[in-house]
């Protein structure tokens, strides 16, 4: 099966793609491309596939850099790649660095990739609802001008996320956005369940996005919960009560 990534028309020009779960070697409930070092798929397996996505990247597997990601707003600039055992701990990449590729891994939460190529800087970040609520996105943007991007030359995407249908969640969690800022309102609908609602996280990312001033982003809109296919969900194998599940990864690289 051949590896299959889908292309943002706002990176067009940068090397990128977020990657679906075709075109890998894992198996059972990890099959095919299983990015997640964190999962419990055999090791060789997500190494192998790792090295196809960074192969399509153009730049050598060790030169494919993924966070240990732990749900914060914070994002880090790297210039060299790091062994295995000494991964930063935090959701958002950015280099000015030929030869380097960045990458987050997701099953629902949202991942996003941005370009500056005019000044050659480039970012990924991993946001969920925590990361989105903290300023995952405005923290890429900022860790982006320092190495000289200007905002307005900034463009972005959002991948493969959970999707406002497919979101339920409780009126705590509701309350918690509405004491951060009333206005985030508009990113819950009532659901079938009383006291309930649906919440639009790629909503919330895509106007922090645009709240940023970066130049273009594009939310993608494929929802992973609801298109079993092409992508990993953790909710859906939360329902389910499957053992463990796949992940997504996302990934841009500037070229030698």
């Known amino acids: 099966m051949t590896l299959e990534a889908i292309g943002s028309q706002a990176l067009a020009g940068v090397s990128h793609g977020f990657f679906t779960r075709k075109g890998g070697v894992s198996q059972g409930i990890y099959a095919t491309l299983n ?12 190494a192998e596939n790792r090295a196809r996505m960074a192969g399509f990247l153009g730049v050598a597997p ?30 958002g990449l950015v280099t000015n660095t030929p030869g380097l590729g960045l ?16 000044a050659g800087v480039i970012g990924a970040a991993h946001s969920g609802w925590k990361g989105a609520l903290a ?6 943007v900022a860790a982006m001008e320092v190495l000289g991007a200007r ?7 959002l991948g493969p996320t959970i999707g406002p249908r497919s979101y339920e969640v409780g009126p705590e969690f509701f309350e918690q956005f509405i004491a951060k800022n009333a206005d985030y309102a508009r990113f819950f609908t009532a659901s079938a369940q009383a006291g309930h609602f649906m919440f639009d996280l790629p909503g919330l990312i895509e106007f922090r996005a645009e709240a940023t001033g970066i ?4 939310n993608l809109r494929l929802d992973t919960y609801a298109d079993e296919e092409r992508f990993f969900s953790y909710r859906r194998t939360t329902h389910r009560k499957e053992p463990d599940y ?6 841009i690289a500037l070229p030698t």
């Not at 990015?35 to 997500?46: F, I, K, L, N, T």
């Not at 099953?107 to 190529?117: E, P, Q, R």
């Not at 905002?151 to 995407?157: L, N, V």
């Not at 130049?215 to 594009?218: A, H, L, S, T």
């Open 246 to 251: 796949g992940r997504l990864v996302a990934g």
């Open 215 to 218: 130049g273009r982003f594009e």
């Open 35 to 46: 990015g997640g070092v964190g999962s419990r798929d055999a090791p060789e397996a997500v």
């Open 151 to 157: 905002r307005a030359d900034i463009s972005g995407a």
């Open 62 to 91: 060790e030169n494919f850099l993924v966070p240990y990601q732990i749900h914060s707003a914070d994002a880090l600039a790297v210039s060299a790649p790091w062994p295995p055992e000494a991964r930063p701990r935090c959701d």
């Open 103 to 118: 990458g987050v891994t997701g099953a629902d939460c949202g991942v996003l990739l941005m370009a500056d190529t005019k």
């Open 135 to 140: 300023g995952m996105v405005e923290a890429l």
